[in-house]
T-cell receptor, first 111, second 115 residues
Framework: DAKTTQPNSMESNEEEPVHLPCNHSTISGTDYIHWYRQLPSQGPEYVIHGLTSNVNNRMASLAIAEDRKSSTLILHRATLRDAAVYYCILRRGNAGNMLTFGGGTRLMVKP | GAVVSQHPSRVICKSGTSVKIECRSLDFQATTMFWYRQFPKQSLMLMATSNEGSKATYEQGVEKDKFLINHASLTLSTLTVTSAHPEDSSFYIC???????????FGQGTRLTVV
């Protein structure tokens, strides 16, 4: 799977929006951009995914650059429960749901 | 969404003993499940791919005789850590997906401590 690059950590204030960036300059045409997050001492949970167009769901929004070499996960109003490690992962087509995890971004939310 | 249940959530065992971890897909059939290991402050590392009715596929550097995987049904995969040693202490996580969903579903994880 192609590699992604994320900042090691980010900080946010509660109730404010958070923009988590991800670079994936070697993305291929069939790679989907997935985001998962892992709360402390838990397994990862799915957040959102997209291919080319921006996506919205109840948890977050995903903004994908026109050239697809980067994307941004947007949490519209951070809460303390959003403090987690966020992983940006590229998955090639139907890769059987196997995911290759990078380092992720540790999001800290201040009250 | 689909649910994957992992059991136990936490286990402490003596060095030299074996520990079995179960991963169940509760509301869908999973022909493939994945086992990951996560050391403190590190990311998840894929250990093996568990295929229903056939042998598991192990990642490079993972000993298949030490980490026994059985996927006897479409809803259950087990990972047995045999002759556990303190260096096997880690957070073990399973995941599964169905053909109906694009996303993967993860178990809650099992914290193994070998003393």
């Amino acid at each position: 799977d192609a590699k992604t690059t994320q900042p090691n950590s980010m900080e946010s204030n509660e109730e404010e929006p958070v923009h988590l960036p991800c670079n994936h300059s070697t993305i291929s045409g069939t790679d989907y951009i997935h985001w998962y997050r892992q709360l402390p001492s838990q397994g990862p949970e799915y957040v959102i995914h997209g291919l080319t167009s921006n996506v919205n769901n109840r948890m977050a929004s995903l903004a994908i650059a026109e050239d697809r070499k980067s994307s941004t996960l947007i949490l519209h109003r951070a809460t303390l429960r959003d403090a987690a490690v966020y992983y940006c992962i590229l998955r090639r087509g139907n890769a059987g749901n196997m995911l290759t995890f990078g380092g992720g971004t540790r999001l800290m939310v201040k009250p | 969404g689909a649910v994957v249940s992992q059991h136990p959530s936490r286990v402490i065992c003596k060095s030299g003993t074996s520990v079995k971890i179960e991963c169940r897909s509760l509301d869908f059939q999973a022909t493939t499940m994945f086992w990951y290991r996560q050391f403190p402050k590190q990311s998840l590392m894929l250990m093996a791919t568990s295929n229903e009715g056939s042998k598991a596929t192990y990642e490079q550097g993972v000993e298949k005789d030490k980490f026994l995987i059985n996927h006897a049904s479409l809803t259950l995969s087990t990972l047995t850590v045999t002759s556990a040693h303190p260096e096997d202490s880690s957070f073990y996580i399973c995941s599964a997906g169905s053909t109906m969903n694009t996303e993967a579903f993860f178990g809650q994880g099992t914290r193994l401590t070998v003393v």
